[in-house]
């Protein structure tokens, strides 16, 4: 079965640090191209993440230096360290495959100043 499971958010005070995991059952060309995105309340959904087969990454602007995102193959799983945690973080974050277009039920992540 095709599946993706997000798990690690919660609550956290600016500054602090969460790691998201994401367990995925995928095909295996369908992990090539692993992203990590998230929706606030009444906002659109926006990228945070991305990562390729080769293990290369790009952030969207407003993550980087403070997100990482790393992929285990062994382990079939997507993570996504989040420090120096701002309030504007505030969001449910997904993890999918962006090749074909899978998606996981999300898991909430909330920064309070």
């Known amino acids: 079965q095709v599946q993706l499971q997000e798990s690690g958010g919660g609550s956290s005070q600016a500054g602090g640090s969460l790691r998201l995991s994401c367990a995925a059952s995928?095909?295996?060309?369908?992990?090539?191209?692993m992203i990590w995105f998230r929706q606030a309340p009444g906002k659109e959904r926006d990228f945070v993440a991305r990562?390729?087969?080769?293990?290369?990454?790009n952030y969207a602007d407003s993550v980087k230096g403070r997100f990482t995102i790393s992929q285990d193959k062994s382990k079939n799983t997507v993570y996504l360290q989040m420090n120096t945690l701002k309030p504007e973080d505030t969001a449910m974050y997904f993890c999918?495959?962006?090749?074909?277009?899978?998606w996981g039920q999300g898991t909430q992540v909330t920064v309070s100043s």
């Open positions: 995928l095909y295996t060309y369908c992990a090539y191209d």
């Open positions: 990562v390729y087969k080769d293990g290369s990454t």
């Open positions: 999918g495959s962006n090749i074909c277009k899978l």
